[in-house]
């Protein structure tokens, strides 16, 4: 999900996916034009993804797994998922109460996080899932009907964040990704807001004055790198990270938040070389930079400044336990011993072929990032003893 493809390349669209990408640029030009000709990348990335039955997330198609736009490490093997339940165990242990996912994809992870609680014998109260898309929510309902009845009555679905806060595990992987953002260019030395307007048939990338709050974020960022940022560099901002972050961590009274995403530091994100941002789009296993086509029917993304994250969550009154590689976090919670209980040659091979693929740097291993963010939980996070990379934060 790190690399990037022409459009020229992409697969083409079938009738049924052309025909919702033209209305959801129907519903987008008559909001550019309700907005006087011009609509922020934020607002247009929010309608894209979100719109009701419209949006990449709230309208029907298979989005995860082969037959889908992307791959998340759940689908690519269930070692991720088993690392990721040894993890909930421990902090489980110590705080009983429940699971919630926030984002479950498929329901493959729930239903391998539950299995190997249940192995464990530490099994939460309920395993609830917070989900937005109906599309997914379906397909992770007829998933975990196949659990054991002991496992399934756990498993709840929720409309929106808990009022009464859990004590427990809060599980979110590729979420903070999908969070609507900020785009912005260097122009003669200042902030430029990069938006979108359109004509008869084509979205076009439009500068516009940034807003009090973009250009106060822009600024404080840019005044903290290392090095100062070249002419006409673009990269985002997701403003978006804050609130999500505070409303999360309300309904945490006593536990672990773990974040699973792809992403760097911010003085790594806001390199003055990567000059072109990180913004990705996702369309039938390709990877590409250009938002505008395939609206309604593609993922648009960004990758997850971590040091904003970090900030957040200290602003919300939650301490940051741990910073991570995937690489380093599967190691630390011991994924070599699952391998290794592959019964035959093929099924060791298999195995190893799938961890290759989380761990290798080319692969998920270094671009993938964990963070632990705590509340009320005093113990140390086994996953990050072999790497902590709060400093470089």
Known sequence: MTSSAPGSI?????????????AVARMLRGQIAA?????SFERFMELALYAPGLGYYTAGSVKIGAGGDFVTAPEVSDLFSRCVARQCAEVLTETGGDVLELGAGTGRMAAIVLESLAAAGVLPERYAILEVSADLAERQRTRLQGLPRELRRRVVWLERI????????????????ALPCRRFTLCSG????????????TFLEREAPPDAALARACDA?????PAPLPEGYISELCLRVEPWIAGVGQCLERGVLLLFDYGLPRAHYYHPQRVRGTLRCHFKQRAHDDPYVNVGVQDITAWVDFTRVAEAAVASGLEVLGFATQTAFLLATDIESLIAEATGMEEHARRAGEARRLLMPGEMGEAFKVMALARGYGNAVSGFALQDLRRSL
Do not use: F, M, T
């Not at 859990?166 to 903070?176: K, P, Q, S």
């Open 10 to 22: 992409l697969p083409p669209l079938s009738a049924d996916e052309e025909q919702h990408s033209r």
């Open 35 to 39: 907005a006087g000709g011009w609509l």
């Open 162 to 177: 808990p009022e009464r806060p859990i004590r427990g595990v809060l599980l979110a992987n590729e979420v903070l990704d």
């Open 190 to 201: 200042a902030v430029r807001e990069l938006g979108v307007a359109c004509d008869a048939n």
């Open 221 to 225: 960022v840019i005044h903290e790198l």
